[in-house]
Structures are given as C-alpha cells and as structure tokens.
C-alpha cells in the first residue's frame, strides 16, 4: 500500500493538485488512497458482503437519506453476488483502463463501472 501511495497518489496529486489549497490537496489524497490504494476496498460501496447493507465505515459517514440511496446503489452492482471484485479491481473495469491504473501504481479500483 505505501508502495501506491508513493507511486500512484503522488502523480495524481502532482497533476490534479496544481493550484489547489491544501485542504483540497488532503481532500484529493484521501480520495486516491481510498480508491486506488485499499485491495479490499474497505469502507467504500464495493466491499465484499451483503448486497442488502451498505458497509459499517461508510455507514458513520453519512446520512440516512444517503444511506438509503447508497443501499439501492449496491443492490443494484452486486445483484446476488457477494464480492464484484477481481483482485481488487472492480469486476466490469475496462481492460486497457485497468493496466494503465496498475502501470501508474494503483492496487485496485473501488468504484463501480
């Protein structure tokens, strides 16, 4: 993981950071690591379980109406699966799109294609 933090989350910062504060630079960070640098994809919509319940980490993190809205989000990518992940990347990430993420140094793609 601190391999892809090193590798991935710096480029992106140093590409998409220009010219930003540093709450907004943190802000891109954390969105980076979450995505691009969690193999599991913990705390985020595609973590392997229940179709039916959002994960307990994004969970805190927002509001009921928001939870609501992310539970029929989930149902809808895992259907009746339980994992939609394939080594950390999600199951229907492009091929191309997929070897590019990994030549810049992401570890996975936690966000529904």
Do not use: D
Not at 30 to 42: E, F
């Amino acid at each position: 993981m601190n391999k892809c933090i090193n590798t991935f989350v710096k480029k992106k910062l140093n590409y998409w950071g220009k010219g930003k504060t540093l709450k907004e630079r943190n802000s891109l960070k954390k969105g980076y690591i979450l995505h691009n640098c969690n193999p599991t994809c913990k705390n985020t919509l595609l973590e392997p379980g229940s179709p039916n319940r959002i994960p307990k980490g994004l969970r805190k993190k927002c509001t009921k109406e928001l939870a609501k809205m992310f539970t029929s989000q989930r149902k809808s990518i895992f259907k009746n699966k339980r994992n939609v992940l394939i080594n950390g990347f999600h199951e229907n990430t492009p091929k191309k799109l997929k070897k590019q993420l990994q030549k810049e140094g992401a570890i996975s793609q936690c966000v529904p294609m």
